[in-house]
């Protein structure tokens, strides 16, 4: 599994990646209470705003991790958003991307960088 | 933190692992490990605890010994009727300005001798200055500086707090009563701000922590952060001073027309007479230009304060704004609060929010959102 600085993680299957955040991040947004995914076909690109998720707290966006392509989103959590703070590195996933480059991945921190950047 | 106050409860929240955040110049609880939402619904479920020390204390004290002279006094600064109001009972009230805008939203009790009331925290040092200024040739003004005070609110707050003090089972919404208990004096009401049956408790502050440890001792129990106090007041339809209300808004623009009595307005016994009085008097006979209203989102995204609203998904003229939204856990979706021009204000109008570029639909409807739970 590989880390961006916007604590989402990234694990390839097949040709194609599985986004979703942290549970550091579930944690530090509280409750999810709605979330809006992009729609299947979209191209996006690295640093795009592509995931709005509001909290009881307040809202906030999702980035894209690198370029490429929508292929899948996970409808349960927009149907049940506080499923992203029971499960959040596993059946709460975001959404699945066919990346541009797939050799971008190597760029993004290991698990080993990513809990030294929240510690 | 260095500069911010903590109240006399900072102890206890420490020690149940609340997160604490600046609020109004004091170090508050804005959740607990529990999380908003839970805390919400248990305070809705059972009972919840909160600490609303930073709220501001004052007694108002006839200098003449004649309790209608406070009555009077305070009458020239609110549109209530003070004079009507019984020893040992509260009433909501609220200072306005001479635009008839209001400075800040209290409450008013009378207890016997004296007046005691309670203002927000971020406007506490203004009220104070606003009533030294206006009404301290009538009234001895003193601020109790050396009180906590914490709401017990829920279903089961009747059942916690009558446990310690079973004579509070019998006072009905918006009495007040001075109890000994225990070699302290407590001031108990039975109000609060979450449209839920409660209390609202002001204790010595040496006391506080050993007397909110009994209250929190009890299963039923569990301490509210800030965070879901917000959220079980939006769903009662309650305004936050600052938000919903401020100077620039009046009563009969906030749709607090209900809390002015009959002897205030045209033709009462005490018309008029408080700031801005021409001007509020002249809205209850003409109407005013925007109202405040509860507003449903139809969809599921959250419409926060700020939000702007219009009449239609492509017209460019602006109807109003949201002042308090969020996501309300008992209503399990999201609730609003707005103003809209008068012409949109009639329950059921569908407007359009604009959130992140786009028009979402909400419809105006009847507050409280939650029905209200009290004990009349």
């Given amino acids: 599994m590989k880390y961006t600085e916007e604590h989402e993680w990234l694990k390839p299957e097949g040709d194609v990646v599985i986004v979703g955040i942290t549970q550091h991040a579930a944690d530090a947004l509280g409750e999810l209470v709605f979330v809006e995914l992009p729609e299947v076909g979209t191209e996006v690109e690295k640093g795009e705003e592509i995931v709005v998720i509001e909290s009881v707290k307040a809202a906030s966006d999702i980035t894209a991790p690198l370029d490429g392509e929508i292929t899948e989103v996970n409808q349960d959590i927009v149907d049940t958003p506080t499923l992203v703070n029971e499960d959040p590195t596993a059946a709460a996933w975001f959404f699945k991307m066919k990346l541009k480059d797939a050799s971008e991945m190597d760029g993004l921190m290991d698990e080993d960088a990513y809990k030294a950047l929240i510690d | ?70 009555c009077l006094a305070l009458e020239t600064l609110v549109p209530m009727d003070i004079c009507a109001l019984k020893p040992g009972r509260q009433r909501y009230a609220f200072f306005t300005n001479d635009n008839g805008g209001i400075l800040d939203d209290l409450m008013v009790a009378n ?56 004579d509070v089972a019998d006072y009905k919404f918006m009495d007040v009563a001075i109890v000994d208990y225990d070699g302290m004096e407590l001031w108990i009401s039975r109000s609060g701000y979450t449209g839920e049956d409660g209390y609202e408790i002001s204790v010595p502050a040496d006391n506080a922590s050993a007397f909110v440890s009994k209250l929190s001792d009890n299963d039923l129990v569990e301490p509210i952060g800030l965070g879901a106090r917000d959220s079980l007041r939006l769903e009662g339809g309650l305004c936050l001073y600052g938000n919903d209300i401020d100077e620039t808004t009046t009563p009969v623009e906030a749709a607090l027309t209900w809390a002015v009595q009959k002897a205030r307005r045209a033709g009462g016994d005490r018309e008029g007479g408080f700031p801005g009085a021409e001007e509020v008097l002249a809205q209850f006979e003409n109407g005013a230009p925007r109202k405040r209203v509860g507003l449903l989102p139809e969809g599921r995204a959250p419409m926060r304060a700020g939000t702007k609203l219009f009449a239609s998904e492509t017209s460019s003229d602006e109807i109003g704004e949201i002042t308090s939204g969020g996501f309300g856990p008992t209503v399990n979706g999201p609730v609003s609060m707005g103003y809209v021009s008068t012409e949109h204000s009639a329950e059921g109008t569908k407007v359009f929010a604009e959130l992140r570029g786009k028009r979402l639909p909400a419809i105006v409807t009847k507050m409280p959102f939650v029905a209200a739970n009290f004990k009349r």
């Fill in chain 2, 1 to 70: 933190m260095a500069d911010l106050l903590r109240t006399p409860l900072y102890d206890f929240h420490v020690e149940k692992g609340a997160k604490l955040v600046p609020f109004a110049g004091y170090e508050m609880p804005v959740q607990y490990p529990l999380g908003v939402m839970n805390e919400h619904k248990h305070c809705r479920a059972k009972a919840g605890l909160f600490d609303v020390s930073h709220m501001g204390q004052v007694l108002l004290t006839p200098k003449s010994g004649n309790i209608e002279d406070a």
């Fill in chain 2, 111 to 166: 207890r016997g001798d004296h007046l005691f009331i309670v203002v927000n925290a971020a406007c506490k040092d203004a009220d104070i200055a606003h009533m030294q200024n206006k009404i301290s040739d009538s009234c001895e003004i003193n601020v109790v500086d050396d009180r906590a005070l914490v709401a017990l609110q829920g279903p089961d707050a009747e059942t916690v707090l009558s446990a310690l003090i079973p």
